[in-house]
C-alpha cells in the first residue's frame, strides 16, 4: 500500500511521534492506521503525545555567540521540572538549538522549528529527547541578536537568568560581565531616562503629585518635589543610572569607558 503524506500527517497527530518513525510503522503495518499506532507504542515512541499536554514551566536559558561576540542566540528552553531542567541531555538539547539556530541564521520560534538538526526535523528532535528524559519540552523565547561591537553575557548559576547587553564600543571583560550582572540583578527597563515610555513617565509623575497632595506639601514645592522622586524613578528602571553593584557610589554610566554606553540589553528568566 502506498504511505501517503496525509497518512503520515494522520498518524503524527494521533501519536505526536516524529515523521520518520510515523513513515516506519506504516510501513511496518503495511499502510493500517491502528496496527501503526500499536507498533509505535510497542516501541515506546507514541508517548510524547501525551506528554504534549503537561504544562512546561521550567527549564534553562541558553546563549550562543559567534567567534567575534557581534553575534548571539538568547533561547529559552522549557521542561516540566527543574530535575529534568539540570539533567545533562537536557542542557546538551539546549545548545545544540541554541547553536543550530544561530547558525543557521534564525530570529524567532516560528523559524527555529522549521531548521534541521543533524537530518531530523524540530519535531523529531524534541519528540526523542521527550522519550528520552520523560518530560515535555518546547522552546520558549527566542532573540537573535547582531551589533557593531561585542556582545557581553551572563548567565546566572542556576540557568534561570540569562542576559546579554550591547555597548556602542569595546569594554574591558570584566566591565562587560558585570554590567550583565547587573541587568540579571537589578532588572531594569530601560537602558536611559531618554528611552522611558512617555506613557508611564506621564502616569508616575501624575501618582507622585497626587501622593505629594496627600502629603500636605505646599502647591509651590511639588513640582520640586516630583522632580526630584522622578530622578530615584529614573535609578530604579534606568540602567545607565543604577548604582553600579560593584561600587554603589557610581552609577553604571560612570564605570563605562569615555564614549561608550549601552544601546540595548536582553534579559531572559524562568520564574
Same mark, same amino acid.
Given at each position: 500500500m502506498e504511505i501517503t503524506a496525509s497518512l503520515v500527517k494522520e498518524l503524527r497527530e494521533k501519536t505526536g511521534a516524529g515523521l520518520m518513525n510515523c513513515k516506519k510503522a506504516l510501513s511496518e503495518s503495511n499502510g493500517n492506521i491502528e496496527e501503526a499506532i500499536k507498533y509505535l507504542r510497542e516501541? *515506546? +515512541?507514541a508517548t510524547a503525545s501525551k506528554k504534549a499536554e503537561r504544562s512546561a514551566n521550567e527549564g534553562k536559558i541558553f546563549i550562543q555567540a559567534s567567534n567575534d561576540n557581534k553575534s548571539a542566540l538568547i533561547l529559552e528552553l522549557n521542561c516540566e521540572t527543574d530535575f529534568v531542567a539540570s539533567n545533562s541531555d537536557f542542557q546538551?538539547? &539546549?545548545n545544540k538549538i541554541a547553536? $543550530?539556530?544561530? =547558525? $543557521?541564521?534564525?530570529s524567532s520560534t516560528e523559524e527555529a522549528k522549521n531548521i534541521s538538526f543533524e537530518g531530523k526535523s524540530f519535531d523529531e528532535l /524534541?519528540? =526523542?529527547? !521527550?522519550?528520552? +528524559? &520523560? =518530560?515535555k519540552i518546547d522552546i520558549g523565547k527566542v532573540k537573535r541578536i547582531q551589533s557593531s561591537a561585542p556582545i557581553h553575557f551572563y548567565v546566572h548559576s $542556576? *540557568?534561570?537568568i540569562g542576559t546579554a547587553v550591547e555597548f556602542s564600543g569595546e569594554v574591558e571583560q570584566e566591565i562587560g560581565k558585570t554590567v550583565a550582572m547587573q541587568v540579571a540583578a537589578s532588572s531594569p527597563q530601560y537602558v536611559s531616562p531618554e528611552s522611558v515610555d512617555q506613557t508611564e513617565l506621564n502616569k508616575e509623575r501624575d501618582i507622585i503629585r497626587q501622593q505629594a497632595k496627600n502629603e500636605g506639601r505646599p502647591d509651590q514645592v511639588i513640582d520640586k518635589i516630583v522632580e526630584g522622586r522622578i530622578s530615584k524613578y529614573y535609578k530604579e528602571v534606568c540602567l545607565l543610572e543604577q548604582p553600579y553593584?560593584? @561600587? @554603589?557610589k557610581k552609577a553604571v554610566k560612570e564605570i563605562l569607558p569615555n564614549q561608550v !554606553? /549601552? =544601546? $540595548?540589553f536582553t534579559r531572559f528568566s524562568i520564574s
Open positions: 516501541k *515506546g +515512541l546538551e538539547l &539546549g547553536k $543550530n539556530i544561530i =547558525e $543557521n541564521n534564525a /524534541i519528540s =526523542e529527547y !521527550t522519550l528520552k +528524559l &520523560g =518530560e $542556576n *540557568g534561570k553593584i560593584m @561600587d @554603589d !554606553t /549601552i =544601546e $540595548n
